[in-house]
């Protein structure tokens, strides 16, 4: 954890959590005093304009937080985007998705072209894989995957014909913590384009454009939001790469609606706060859960014995509330004993929600570049807002039904 002095201006990260995207021209009224908190809910399609002179003037300059039509956006959408790019030092802007899914499909198209090769993280998400695998390769967009403890050595394996290196750090299943700045170092030299899912530590723990990144890429639905309500996705980039961002959001027609990006923006103004305990939670159950015998390793970035803690330990400021464990033996039966007995664990996909979250993960389907070899079945927990005592009883009564199972 770093101390308390100010490494993002002049507003400490709570303060710009709860200022951030509140410019006047949005949460006032022309011609009154004071004006409300939030900007408001603006629902818009259409955009009316006095006369064909004042009509023709709108289409003849950036559209970007201008009124205009509302694929375009309102006030609310941009507050939000506004906050979001503040929040990553030495970003231009950022854009808003339905969902992380199309964040990443869309600034990957950005940036890439036909006979391009992208560089992607053998530890990226699954549906990431899905959609190199599924749109890019038959578009002509080869994806060659690489192991995430590779670091500076990675430059031995871009070939000519490379234009983007695709990160994700930690790795959302078995969270190996990356070299980030060295390798967005050896693209930056060779001129190739540098994106990361963020969305684990997002920016609070973690400004990636600090770190060297071109482009930051969230999956709102989780932190962001915070309440599992509302999927979204954004996109924040450098000067040099958000014109493409938004170029090629707005030919894709991505945009979210004024009352989720409304309700994303009432969720990140406790950001740190949720994320903050989130961390407290999580890492006194990792540690429990480390002195367990039934359980073999404990995959949390903030423990020395993960892979890439010491990289952990030099560039974020935190860690968040998921993180994986292996068991020791056992098989998919004893591993859904545990999981299925859990009282205070739902059983779903996602997580950054207030609600903790168990999930059997199998990380080995979803490797080609490295092997992925354990002890048993692993099990992922995403940590809520709960009481962690009252959570770890309920995982010490799941490893009693996983041994009596294993046998």
């Given amino acids: 954890m770093s101390d308390d002095s100010d490494k993002r201006g002049n507003r400490k990260p709570l303060t710009q959590l709860a200022q951030a995207g509140r410019k006047p021209e949005w949460t006032g009224m022309p011609g009154q005093p004071g004006g409300i908190v939030s900007p408001p809910v603006w629902r818009a399609s259409t955009i009316l304009y006095d006369d064909i002179a004042h009509l023709r003037a709108a289409a003849g300059r950036s559209t970007h937080e201008r009124l205009f039509y509302g694929r375009k956006g309102t006030p609310t959408s941009w507050s939000l985007a506004d906050a979001l790019t503040e929040m990553e030092p030495g970003?231009?802007?950022?854009?808003?998705?339905?969902?992380?899914?199309?964040?990443?499909?869309?600034?990957?198209?950005?940036?890439?072209?036909?006979?391009?090769?992208?560089?992607?993280?053998?530890?990226?998400?699954d549906p990431t894989r899905n959609f190199c695998e599924q749109m890019l390769r038959p578009l002509g967009m080869d994806t060659i995957y690489y192991d995430p403890t590779i670091g500076a050595a990675i430059e031995e394996?871009?070939?000519?014909?490379?234009?983007?290196?695709?990160?994700?750090?930690?790795?959302?299943?078995?969270?190996?913590?990356?070299?980030?700045?060295?390798?967005a170092a050896i693209a930056r030299e060779k001129g190739i384009a540098t994106l990361i899912d963020n969305t684990w530590a997002t920016?609070?723990?973690?400004?990636?454009?600090?770190?060297?990144?071109?482009?930051?890429?969230?999956?709102?639905?989780?932190?962001?939001?915070?309440?599992?309500?509302?999927?979204?996705?954004?996109?924040?980039?450098?000067?040099?790469?958000?014109?493409?961002?938004?170029?090629?959001?707005?030919?894709?027609?991505?945009?979210?609606?004024?009352?989720?990006?409304?309700?994303?923006?009432?969720?990140?103004?406790?950001?740190?706060?949720?994320?903050?305990?989130?961390?407290?939670?999580?890492?006194?159950?990792?540690?429990?859960?480390?002195?367990?015998?039934?359980?073999?390793?404990?995959?949390?970035?903030?423990?020395?014995?993960?892979?890439?803690?010491?990289?952990?330990?030099?560039?974020?400021?935190?860690?968040?509330?998921l993180f994986s464990f292996?068991?020791?033996?056992?098989?998919?039966?004893?591993?859904?004993?545990?999981?299925?007995?859990?009282?205070?664990?739902?059983?779903?996909?996602?997580?950054?929600?207030?609600?903790?979250?168990?999930?059997?993960?199998?990380?080995?389907?979803?490797?080609?570049?490295?092997?992925?070899?354990?002890?048993?079945p692993a099990v992922r927990l995403q940590i809520g807002l709960e009481d962690p005592d009252d959570l770890i009883a309920d995982l010490d009564a799941g490893l009693a039904r996983f041994r009596a199972a294993r046998g």
Avoid at 94 to 120: E, F, N, R
Avoid at 332 to 349: C, K, N
């Fill in 91 to 125: 970003a231009e802007g950022t854009m808003l998705y339905p969902s992380g899914v199309a964040a990443i499909a869309c600034a990957l198209m950005a940036v890439l072209k036909p006979g391009d090769q992208l560089l992607m993280v053998d530890s990226a998400y």
């Fill in 157 to 183: 394996l871009i070939p000519p014909a490379t234009r983007a290196i695709f990160l994700e750090s930690p790795g959302s299943l078995t969270f190996e913590v990356q070299d980030v700045p060295a390798i």
């Fill in 203 to 321: 920016p609070y723990f973690f400004p990636a454009l600090a770190h060297g990144v071109d482009i930051s890429i969230l999956a709102c639905t989780k932190y962001i939001v915070g309440h599992s309500d509302v999927m979204m996705g954004s996109v924040t980039a450098t000067p040099a790469f958000f014109p493409k961002i938004r170029q090629a959001a707005y030919l894709f027609g991505q945009m979210t609606s004024p009352d989720d990006a409304w309700l994303a923006a009432r969720g990140l103004r406790t950001l740190g706060v949720r994320l903050n305990q989130h961390q407290a939670s999580a890492l006194q159950i990792a540690q429990w859960l480390s002195q367990q015998p039934d359980v073999a390793r404990v995959l949390h970035p903030a423990l020395p014995s993960c892979p890439g803690h010491d990289l952990w330990q030099r560039d974020f400021t935190g860690s968040s509330g």
């Fill in 326 to 376: 292996v068991l020791k033996g056992g098989d998919e039966a004893s591993r859904a004993a545990l999981i299925d007995g859990l009282a205070h664990f739902g059983i779903g996909y996602s997580w950054g929600g207030f609600e903790s979250l168990a999930l059997p993960v199998d990380p080995a389907r979803y490797r080609t570049a490295t092997a992925w070899q354990a002890e048993g």
